[in-house]
């Protein structure tokens, strides 16, 4: 183990204690310097719990003030426009949640900065970072290499409404007001959306930004959508080698679980990933595998260990910023899940409106 990084953290609602400065507090070559939070007493409670050394009422002071190597920035992505250029004009490391931005434009911009100042931006789609996820990308790209199974012909993704937080425990709170962005206004959305299309698109880009971004990773290619049905249940996709993929989003609610499965069929067999909910810990994902080529068919179900997903996403952004190592979700790749949200919306307004 090398130096230890030196971790800012900005903002500590929900989100930001449980699925990030919890992990990053666990993970032993870390120091947790500093956290930028206006919400005072609720700083204060969540510095003694964690062990963070010094408070900041913004991420501006905190940027001028603290030493710190990287900043986990866990706000609502409409403020990311407004608040991660100064991070990455610190020339500070950063993650963000997900997606980047609102707009591809300005997902586009804020990948430039950083890849211009050489920093790390990793964008927290942790279901790459799942260990199942890991394995099932490695094994479609085996299978699309060698041809023994044949070609990859459909993609099949389900994913209804569910619970993704598992009845996981609560933040610690000890402040009503809301959190402070230095006055800064949420991004708008894109210019030919109108409001009922902006409020439309933000749900999409909320929830179902992760498969599209998984998809990308488990492909090991871009795809673009055909076709978005009436209902807003299902959209089409496909990619530059004939791959066809299939969506299936709201068909059905599930009230106290959750389904999320990616099932990629090939001539001769299936690789079928299925992840648990976002905050289901100490848990990997499943794969399943039937191969159907050779003397005899078989069915697999390798074993992971037991490790969260959102735990193995931290260890991989500290990895990537003290060591180089390959950043898992780049945030140049993460504005093509906005370039596909776009198409997405503008073929359902051929449909019908939202």
Not at 7 to 13: D, E, I, K, R, Y
Not at 190 to 195: L, N
Not at 239 to 262: F, K, N, Q, S
Request: glycine content about 8%; charged content about 25%.
């Amino acid at each position: 183990m090398g130096k230890k990084v030196a971790l800012g953290f900005v903002g500590a609602g929900y989100m930001g204690q449980l699925a990030h400065i919890a992990n990053y507090a666990d993970l032993p070559d870390v120091t947790l310097a500093a956290l930028a939070e206006g919400r005072e007493k609720t700083a204060q409670l969540v510095a003694r719990r964690y062990g963070i050394e010094t408070v900041y009422p913004s991420h501006r002071e905190m940027l001028a003030e603290a030493k710190v190597d990287a900043v986990v920035a866990i706000l609502p992505y409409r403020f990311h426009h407004a608040v991660i250029p100064d991070i990455l004009g610190a020339s500070k490391h950063c993650l963000t949640e997900k997606p980047i931005a609102i707009c591809a434009e300005t997902g586009r911009r804020l990948a430039q900065l950083a890849k211009e100042r050489g920093l790390v931006y990793q964008v927290g789609y942790m279901k790459r970072s799942d260990l199942a996820s890991q394995y099932a990308s490695r094994l479609i790209r085996q299978w699309q290499a060698s041809g023994e199974f044949g070609r990859l012909r459909y993609v099949r993704v389900e994913m209804p409404p569910g619970d993704w937080q598992l009845q996981s425990p609560g933040p610690l709170t000890g402040s009503p007001e809301s959190p402070s962005y230095e006055g800064q206004s949420p991004e708008p959305f894109p210019a030919w959306m109108d409001e009922e299309t902006g409020k439309f698109y933000d749900r999409f880009i909320n929830y179902y930004v992760h498969q599209l971004n998984l998809l990308r990773f488990l492909l090991g290619e871009d795809y673009e959508v055909r076709y978005a049905d009436p209902a807003g249940v299902t959209l089409s996709a496909s990619t530059p080698t004939g791959v066809t993929i299939t969506l299936e989003m709201a068909a059905y609610h599930c009230r106290d679980h959750w389904e999320e499965a990616y099932t990629f069929c090939f001539g001769k067999g299936y690789v079928r990933l299925e992840l648990p909910a976002p905050m289901a810990r100490q848990r990997a994902g499943r794969v399943l595998i039937y191969r159907g080529a050779g003397e005899a068919t078989a069915f697999e179900e390798p074993v992971f260990l037991h490790r969260w997903a959102m735990q193995e996403q931290a260890r991989f952004f500290i990895e990537s910023v003290r060591d180089g190592s390959p950043n898992v979700s780049p945030a140049e790749d993460a504005v093509k899940d906005l370039e596909v949200a776009e198409q997405y919306v503008r073929l359902f307004l051929t449909a019908g409106k939202p």
